[in-house]
């Protein structure tokens, strides 16, 4: 473990109303340190560090000046609240994140009254603010009370159609709201620098009805080489040509860019702005993530996520690989029939390495498109390739693709158009807890007339998988997987293309029948084997295909054991629903067939490893053992005798 950060200052910090005596040097100092503690935390514990390390300061600035929990601060996606949580009476358990029974790696209402409103997907904090400050404005009532409402929302994030559908609303409203738009792709050079510092200065001596006049004119005092960077600095945004201009047509004063590492432009601004502003406001905040931290700075995503880590180095404790991950098999098995298949092509939402599409955008550039966070922008441009004769792959978590369903309705399945769902993340994953885990993409694709379902046992069907979907024209298909490492098995050289809504027996055996879709086949065969040694030989399948059900291999299971048990890493009403719906119709249960479907509990479960999630909802080997038993009447024999 690596020797913790002197941190004098911090040691102090109890609550954010500790910053409120002291001096702009001494929160500076502040800044300083909880950079350091949020560097060691993280080496600890793994998790999101770049994000963070680009807010310090900007963190500090807001509980100093702001009166939280009063005022409400709403972090966007929330991936950079670990210095917030710090601050705000949660140092003591800071080493807990992501664990299980820890502090979760996002804001989290239950969790303190300092996150006002939960968060993990983007671009949420502004119709939240929004509605905090409506709230407040109609006289609503909450125990901290209802002050101002402080939206912090990233560049990528604000790419996101919701955002402006919420900044739309707020100056249409007029309400007194802050949004502080924390930029960290456009990088500070000096003309940018000096025109936020002159402007800091302005809005912290200037009465604040005369600031945008002063702003606006601003560019023009400043000498001939600072004017094209301030002219850049307003009109651009993320490579847009719209700058403050954007916000303003859209009911916003615009403010910016100020440096958001450097708390003598900080704290002037934000106490100017809540002392003065009366409608809504955007603060535009350049910053740098990763920022302070070398190794983090360094990387491509900029610490992004990590696993724990070695302060000194940077290098990460990452356990050797026993088997390639779902993902990297996805991503792999695309680009070689990419290679044979000028139509194939991959749509992805801010995921092209978490999905596996790096190396295809490495390769076929042309054919990936990361549209930016935008899933329903994503899903209807995915239609529209198919219905324009290519072969689209989109590729999205599970739990994104939740906010492209309107758009998989109308514009993919009414439509019968080929789109290839690659849907990661599937079931739970461990340290992200519940926001996001894949529990509900079974039941919300295979309840779409013509939409085929798939599900992968392992990494070698994953691969037949990717190439069944390639070939597949006759409407969409949907294949789900897991994050994570495989199952070990052998990969087979040539992918083969799947027979659609076709199992496969994998064990014969008799008086009950196993039917498993997706990856809890390994846990499975594990309860199958303690189960021999009681005299008990299950039979198991692999179903494949949620949809269209293999109608005959289920009736069969149906017709040839007293018991049948389905199982499958989702909510209620997916896999396991649609065979009872089958059964029922076939009139099986008037014979007397045992049934039960084991699926995700109806509850969102913590974060912990995703072992440990699985024995929560009790899908792992002992259990499924302890349901056979039950199902055939042996565990409660037992009992009765006990």
Not at 408 to 428: E, K, M, N, S
Not at 528 to 553: H, N, Q, V, W, Y
Request: charge should be negative; aromatic fraction near 6%.
């Amino acid at each position: 473990m690596s020797e913790r950060p002197h941190t004098p200052l911090l040691d102090q910090i109890a609550r954010p109303a500790d910053l409120k005596g002291l001096s702009d040097r001494q929160l500076t100092q502040v800044a300083d340190e909880l950079r350091q503690e949020t560097v060691s935390a993280v080496s600890e514990t793994g998790g999101h560090l770049g994000a963070g390390l680009g807010v310090v300061e900007l963190t500090v600035a807001l509980h100093a000046v702001f009166d939280t929990p009063r005022d409400k601060v709403i972090w966007d996606v929330s991936h950079q609240c670990y210095p917030h949580k710090i601050l705000t009476g949660r140092r003591d358990r800071i080493r807990t994140l992501r664990k299980k029974d820890g502090l979760s790696g996002f804001t989290k209402r239950v969790e303190s009254p300092y996150d006002p409103f939960g968060a993990a997907h983007s671009s949420t904090s502004i119709s939240a603010a929004l509605g905090f400050a409506v709230a407040r404005d109609l006289g609503g009532n909450v125990p901290e009370g209802l002050g101002d409402a402080i939206a912090v929302i990233g560049d990528g994030a604000m790419s996101a159609g919701m955002a402006f559908e919420a900044m739309n609303n707020a100056g249409h409203l007029g309400k007194r709201l802050i949004v502080i738009l924390n930029d960290n792709e456009m990088s500070i050079a000096p003309p940018v620098g000096a025109l936020s510092s002159y402007l800091s200065r302005l809005y912290a001596e200037e009465p604040f009805q005369e600031l945008k006049a002063v702003a606006k004119g601003a560019a023009s005092l400043l000498p001939e080489p600072f004017r094209e960077g301030a002219k850049r600095a307003k009109d651009m945004l993320k490579g847009m040509a719209v700058g403050g201009t954007l916000f303003e047509s859209l009911g916003f004063s615009y403010l910016g860019p100020i440096d958001g590492h450097d708390m003598d432009q900080l704290l002037p601004v934000l106490r100017t702005v809540k002392a003065r502003a009366s409608g809504p406001i955007l603060i535009h905040v350049l910053t740098k993530k990763g920022k302070g931290y070398a190794p983090a700075e360094r990387a491509d995503d900029k610490g992004h996520a990590t696993a724990t880590f070695d302060v000194i180095t940077g290098k990460q404790n990452k356990p050797p690989s026993n088997a390639p991950s779902y993902t990297s098999v996805f991503g792999d098995e695309l680009v070689k029939l990419a290679a044979k298949d000028d139509k194939i092509c991959a749509v992805t939402a801010a995921m092209p390495d978490g999905t596996g599409l790096g190396l295809m955008a490495e390769r076929y550039p042309s054919r990936t498109f990361d549209v930016g966070i935008a899933e329903q922008h994503g899903v209807t441009f995915a239609a529209a390739l198919a219905a324009g004769g290519m072969k689209p792959f989109c590729a999205m978590y599970s739990t994104f693709l939740q906010r492209g369903y309107d758009q998989v309705v109308h514009d993919v399945a009414i439509q019968r158009l080929p789109v290839r769902f690659a849907i990661d993340r599937a079931g739970l994953v461990g340290a992200d807890g519940a926001t996001h885990a894949g529990s509900f993409d079974i039941a919300y694709m295979a309840n779409l007339p013509g939409m085929v379902v798939m599900a992968a046992a392992d990494e070698a069907e994953l691969k037949h998988m990717v190439a069944t979907a390639a070939a597949h024209d006759d409407g969409p298909i949907a294949f789900r997987y897991p994050r994570g490492e495989g199952e070990g098995v052998d990969m087979p050289e040539e992918a083969e293309v799947l027979e659609i809504g076709k199992g496969r027996m994998i064990q014969t055996g008799a008086r009950v029948a196993i039917l498993s879709f997706g990856t809890r086949l390994g846990e499975v065969k594990k309860a199958a084997e303690s189960l021999s040694a009681k005299g008990i030989t299950p039979t198991i399948a692999d179903a494949r295909f949620a949809k269209p059900l293999d109608r005959e291999m289920i009736l069969q299971l149906a017709e040839g054991h007293e018991a049948l048990i389905t199982i499958e890493e989702g909510a209620v009403g997916g896999f396991g629903s649609h065979v009872a719906q089958l059964l029922a119709e076939e009139g099986v249960f008037d014979t007397g067939l045992k049934f039960r479907s084991m699926v995700l509990p109806d509850t969102f479960i913590d974060q912990a490893s995703p072992a440990d999630m699985y024995d929560v909802a009790a899908m792992n080997a002992p259990q499924i053992e302890a349901k056979v038993l039950e199902v055939l009447g042996i565990a409660t024999i037992g009992e009765k005798r006990a």
